[in-house]
């Protein structure tokens, strides 16, 4: 599986929406986007690409799409 | 206690290791069947050699770690050991704290940062870092060491009480936003207890000991007991209290 795939699969396993939902997904774009879920998300991008966020990109990461962009920040390659 | 292990199977971390309250959760926890990792700010061969002895004695792991938690490099390669050991984060307990007392227009702002830099601003971004361990398991106990001078405004205590204060409320509020997530956070707020820092308890307070309460200054194992079980099963319905642990002084 690749990066991408597996980040794909990350947002859809956490907060359950379809594929074709992701590219607009936004924070609180969903009920399971939300604080707690928020957490979630970042603490499986954490472990499944072994990195450690800064508190500013955790807040700055409010869509699927602006993700990708944080990702490479921390050398992933999606 | 002997064959009762309230913490078997679980990991902490524990800061501020080296002494007083500390280390007395250091070793009741271990006592009690749990892996640590220990932290301290300096490493000593005293240190070493006491957690290498007491890993012996309950046949646990603890790891001991050193860092300064008010220097973000060395705190984010701290939590990245702790992410590489693979183990599990069940209990955080924020302990590492500085005292100071000086009148209210006696406290210089230089004071005032560091004390809040260790006290307060430390473990809430420790927190950040390993809560995250947490919500991936969907379960932990945050212990907040905080103290009764958050309380009580003492005469003195404008510094240091005010950062006990915010402990006691962003424990609230860490309580409440991790609850979904199966996280409990909880504070104890120690009353006089014997350890360095009672020096900087005003005499004032110091004079009622004989006194009140139980008639005795509190010991740092009454706060690791209490700390034991808010970090065991039994406090599992227990999230976002404040214990005060004073022996009932006035």
């Not at chain 1, 604080?35 to 998300?41: A, D, K």
């Not at chain 1, 500013?56 to 962009?69: A, K």
């Not at chain 2, 005293?46 to 001991?64: N, Y």
């Not at chain 2, 398991?137 to 003492?154: F, L």
Request: net charge neutral.
């Amino acid at each position: 599986m690749t990066n991408d795939e597996k980040y794909r699969q990350l947002f859809i396993a956490t907060f359950g929406v379809t594929g074709e939902a992701l590219p607009g997904l936004a924070y609180q774009g969903v009920d399971a986007w939300d604080s707690v879920g928020h957490m979630e998300l970042i603490a499986g991008l954490e472990e499944m690409f072994n990195i450690m966020m800064e508190t500013d990109d955790i807040i700055r990461f409010n869509s699927f799409t602006i993700g990708y962009e944080i990702l490479r920040k921390y050398d992933v390659r999606v | 206690m002997s064959g009762f292990r309230l913490l078997e199977g679980k990991t902490a971390v524990i800061t501020g290791c080296n002494r007083g309250i500390g280390k007395a959760v250091l070793e009741t926890f271990v006592a009690h069947g749990a892996g640590v990792f220990a932290c301290t700010r300096r490493e000593t061969a005293a240190f070493s050699e006491f957690t290498r002895l007491l890993s012996e004695k309950h046949s646990v792991t603890i790891i001991p770690l050193y860092f300064d938690a008010s220097n973000t490099t060395e705190l984010k390669t701290a939590v990245k050991q702790i992410a590489a050991s693979g183990l599990p984060v069940d209990v955080l307990v924020n302990n590492a704290a500085i005292g100071y007392n000086a009148l209210f227009q006696m406290s210089p702002p230089g004071k005032l940062k560091e004390v809040f830099e260790i006290n307060f601003f430390s473990p809430f971004i420790l927190t950040q870092y390993l809560v995250k361990f947490m919500v991936r398991q969907k379960s932990g106990s945050i212990i907040n060491i905080s103290s009764t001078a958050g309380m009580d405004g003492n005469e003195g205590q404008s510094v240091y009480g005010a950062s006990k204060a915010a402990m006691i409320c962003w424990t609230k509020v860490i309580a409440a936003e991790f609850a979904k997530s199966g996280i409990r956070a909880n504070s104890i707020a120690p009353g006089m207890t014997g350890t360095d820092m009672i020096l900087c308890i005003p005499e004032v307070i110091r004079g009622k000991i004989p006194t009140g309460g139980v008639k005795r200054i509190g010991q740092p194992s009454d706060i690791a007991a209490t700390a034991l079980f808010l970090a065991s099963d039994l406090s599992a319905h227990i999230s976002g209290q404040l214990i005060r642990v004073d022996g009932g002084l006035p």
